[in-house]
C-alpha cells in the first residue's frame, strides 16, 4: 500500500544494502511518451529479422522474479553495487503478485536474454529497472512495452532519472510538477490488460514504430 500510494504522487524508493529507505521524487523528472519512441533502423531490422525467422519472442509477467533477479546484478550507470536489495525484491515481487508490477521480457532462441519491470496503476506506468544478457535485448522489451502502451492509451512511461540512453529513444525530462499531475490523470485511467499481442507488434514494425490511426 505504502509503494502504491508513494508512486501515484510521483515518488519512488531508492536506497543501497545498510541504508534505510530512501523516498526521490526528481525535479525534472524523465518521462518517455510511448509517441516519441525512437525506433533505431538497426534494431527494428534486428526485431523483424528474428521474429520472421521465429528466434525471438516476448513475453510478459512468464518469469517476473527472474527478470528482478537479473535487475539485481545490473547496477545503474555510475553505481558498483545494486539499489535492487533483498528487501526491495520481496516488495516488487509481492507487488506483482497483487497485479501491480509487471515483466516484459525478451526471449531469444527459447532462453530469457532480456527484459525490464515496471509498476502499473491506472493507465500510468513506472519504469524500474532492465538487464540485458544479450546485445539489444533490453531496447527489444523497451520497445515491446512501447508497442503495448501506444495501444493501452498510456499517457507516460516514467524513467525517474535523466540518462543518455533513454534520451536516444525519445525520453525526456518535464517538470515535477507536470510530471505529477499527468500522474493524477492517469490514475483515473483504465488498467492495461497486460499480455503481448503478436499482431500488435507485427503492425507496430511496419509503421516504424507507430501505430497507425
Known sequence: DTLLQAYGQGVFPWFSEGQPPLWWSPDPRMVLPPTAFRLQHNLRKTIRSAWRAGRLEVRIDHAFERVIGACAQTPRPGQNGTWIVPDMVAAYTALH??????????????????????????AMVFGESMFSHRSNASKIALAALVCCATRWGVPLIDCQQETAHLASMGAA???????????????????????????????????????PT
Open 97 to 122: 503478485r497483487a497485479g501491480h508490477a509487471h515483466s516484459v521480457e525478451t526471449w531469444w532462441d527459447g532462453e530469457l536474454a532480456g527484459g525490464l519491470y515496471c509498476i502499473n496503476t491506472g
Open 173 to 211: 525530462p518535464v517538470p515535477r510538477e507536470v510530471f505529477v499531475r499527468t500522474v493524477a490523470e492517469a490514475l483515473q485511467g483504465p488498467r492495461p490488460d497486460w499480455r503481448f499481442d503478436p499482431v500488435y507488434w507485427t503492425t507496430w514494425l511496419q509503421h516504424g514504430g507507430r501505430t
